[in-house]
């Protein structure tokens, strides 16, 4: 299984970016894929996550409103749009891939992890 994260890069506050996350080696609808972030000195944060069976998602609230995320399944991607960015959006994003169960939108368990994509928002 490998999870591919891109599309990272240097921004200005208020712009925008589209991370992606490319999976190979797994049955996509199965899973949900979340993005997380980890900012030096700081831990590990949940950003987004969606169910490939169904499509529901989850943006955390701190930026909602402002990140959007969402899949192909054809292409076995899940996208994140991040609108709007701040400085404090900087970080390392890294997305995950765990199994869907029937009763939760997101796993709490992330089988697979991929390289993380730096983002960075300039003041």
């Known amino acids: 299984v490998q999870l591919q994260a891109f599309g990272g890069g240097l921004v200005q506050t208020g712009g925008s970016l589209r991370l992606s996350c490319a999976a190979s080696?797994?049955?996509?609808?199965?899973?949900?894929i979340a993005w997380f972030r980890q900012a030096p000195g700081k831990e590990r944060e949940g950003v987004s996550c969606?169910?490939?069976?169904?499509?529901?998602?989850y943006v955390a609230d701190s930026m909602k409103g402002r990140f959007t995320i969402s899949r192909d399944n054809a292409k076995n991607t899940v996208y994140l749009q991040m609108n709007s960015l701040k400085p404090e959006d900087t970080a390392v994003y890294h997305c995950?891939?765990?199994?869907?169960?029937?009763?939760?939108?997101?796993?709490?368990?992330?089988?697979?992890w991929g390289q993380g994509t730096q983002v960075t928002v300039s003041s």
């Open positions: 969606i169910n490939n069976h169904d499509g529901r998602s």
């Open positions: 995950a891939a765990g199994p869907v169960i029937p009763t939760a939108l997101c796993p709490g368990k992330w089988d697979y």
């Open positions: 080696g797994l049955t996509f609808d199965d899973y949900a």
